[in-house]
């Protein structure tokens, strides 16, 4: 016979594909109260608003990774229909909110708005929602401004674009850095445990005992 688990899921969660990028935008929620939050909402408002819908969850908070237009395309919007506020990135990328406008133009993304977060996250600081709380790490490199959300209970992160099932964040963008980047990773995301599984921005999640020895930026096989 099959003993059931002692511990229930504290979360639950479902990625909601957005925007020509295919950015995984993320609903999660609290399994004990039922209080969510939706990681990078870069666009595709009403399909993000369907899907808190049909989930029943309340959301009370808009959490950013990095200021990159996939990723928040649709935050001012969604924060207005929601009341949410919204918390992070890092303020080294303020220069990205100021110009969601204008760099949506350049993708022929319409419907996004310049905007400044209700607060800034840094190092070492952490953010709730229900009874989920998450530790942030400022992981530049990708952008100057990117944070990552680490769950200790759940051994959870969400990474946003610094590293990949894979591969690592591009670092060709404005204020991107490649050796920033692996240092982000190396010296912040990697000793959190092997044992930390992920998501990321784009694509499948991992862990990061599996990019520790797979991944070939991080093994030191890459052609960079
Ligand atoms: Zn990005
Ligand atoms: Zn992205």
């Known amino acids: 016979m099959k003993q059931e688990s002692e511990t229930k899921a504290k979360a639950g969660a479902v990625i909601i594909p957005v925007t020509a990028f295919e950015q995984n935008c993320m609903l999660m929620w609290c399994e004990a109260t039922r209080k969510a939050v939706v990681f990078d909402p870069g666009g595709d408002v009403p399909k993000i608003q369907a899907a808190i819908q049909q989930t029943q969850v309340t959301v009370e908070k808009i959490w950013l990774t990095h200021g990159h237009i996939d990723h928040v395309g649709g935050a001012a919007e969604l924060r207005d229909a929601l009341k949410a506020p919204i918390e992070?990135?890092?303020?080294?990328?303020?220069?990205?909110?100021?110009?969601?406008?204008?760099?949506?133009?350049?993708?022929?993304?319409?419907?996004?708005?310049?905007?400044?977060?209700?607060?800034?996250?840094?190092?070492?600081?952490?953010?709730?929602?229900?009874?989920?709380?998450?530790?942030?790490?400022?992981?530049?490199?990708?952008?100057?401004?990117?944070?990552?959300?680490?769950?200790?209970?759940?051994?959870?992160?969400?990474?946003?674009?610094?590293?990949?099932?894979?591969?690592?964040?591009?670092?060709?963008?404005?204020?991107?850095?490649?050796?920033?980047?692996?240092?982000?990773?190396?010296?912040?995301?990697?000793?959190?445990g092997d044992d930390v599984g992920f998501i990321c921005g784009h694509g499948p999640g991992s862990s990061f005992g599996q990019e520790r020895m797979t991944n070939p930026f991080l093994t030191g096989t890459a052609f960079t």
């Open 88 to 192: 992070g990135p890092h303020i080294a990328d303020k220069f990205l909110l100021d110009n969601v406008v204008a760099s949506g133009a350049r993708f022929g993304m319409t419907g996004g708005r310049d905007f400044t977060p209700d607060r800034w996250l840094e190092e070492g600081q952490s953010v709730s929602i229900g009874e989920l709380s998450f530790d942030i790490l400022h992981c530049p490199g990708h952008s100057p401004g990117s944070v990552v959300f680490f769950n200790k209970e759940m051994r959870f992160a969400h990474v946003g674009d610094v590293l990949f099932a894979g591969s690592v964040g591009r670092t060709d963008l404005p204020g991107g850095d490649h050796a920033t980047l692996i240092k982000s990773i190396t010296e912040k995301l990697l000793p959190l």
